[in-house]
């Protein structure tokens, strides 16, 4: 529950740290928001079949492995760097009401046409350590669930 102004400024600028890394292409900053246990998930509703779906889901690989934060430095590690999508250049809008928040996802090819990517939001559980707030669980809803490549990337 927060209960003070500053909890809520702090959450504030988690949010907007959180787009600001993304936007900037800074992937293991981007991994240093979560709590060590802390778990990613990228998830759609398929009125197809009638269920979510689960596209992405940070988790420790096998039972000596404690900390999901190591599984997602390790799929942002395989990144690289350069250009290593057909759009580079995104912009994450994101507002904030308590914990859940919402996005926008642009796009910007090199010739500089900008389309929309994807829409959706944040169900986020926080936790505070050390006077500081990080992600426990970062789950995406996906509202576009028709993606092309490069899912993978951090949303």
Same mark, same amino acid.
């Given at each position: 529950? *927060? ?7 702090? *959450?504030?600028? @988690? ?9 900037? $292409?800074?992937?293991? #900053? ?5 709590? #060590?246990?802390?778990?990613? $998930? +990228?998830?759609? !509703? ?10 992405? @889901?940070? $988790? ?20 690289? =760097? ?22 926008? @996802? ?13 829409? =959706?939001?944040?169900?986020?559980? +926080? *936790? ?6 990080? !992600?426990?669980?970062?789950?995406? *809803? ?14």
């Amino acid at each position: 529950m *927060i209960t003070s102004a500053s909890d809520t400024a702090a *959450i504030v600028d @988690l949010i907007q740290r959180t787009a600001m890394l993304l936007d900037e $292409e800074k992937f293991e #900053a981007w991994v240093e928001l979560f709590d #060590a246990r802390g778990t990613y $998930e +990228l998830s759609a !509703y398929s009125s197809e079949i009638r269920r979510w779906m689960t596209w992405q @889901l940070s $988790e420790p690989r096998c039972a000596r492995e404690k900390c999901s934060r190591t599984s997602m430095s390790m799929c942002v590690n395989r990144l690289g =760097g350069g250009t290593w999508w057909e759009f580079r250049w995104c912009r994450w809008m994101a507002s904030m009401r308590q914990v859940t928040s919402h996005f926008s @996802l642009f796009r910007t090819s090199p010739e500089g046409q900008s389309s929309l990517f994807m829409v =959706g939001g944040y169900q986020d559980q +926080l *936790i505070k350590h050390a006077g500081v707030w990080v !992600y426990a669980k970062h789950k995406v *809803i996906c509202d576009t669930r028709m993606l092309d490549s490069f899912t993978h990337i951090p949303v």
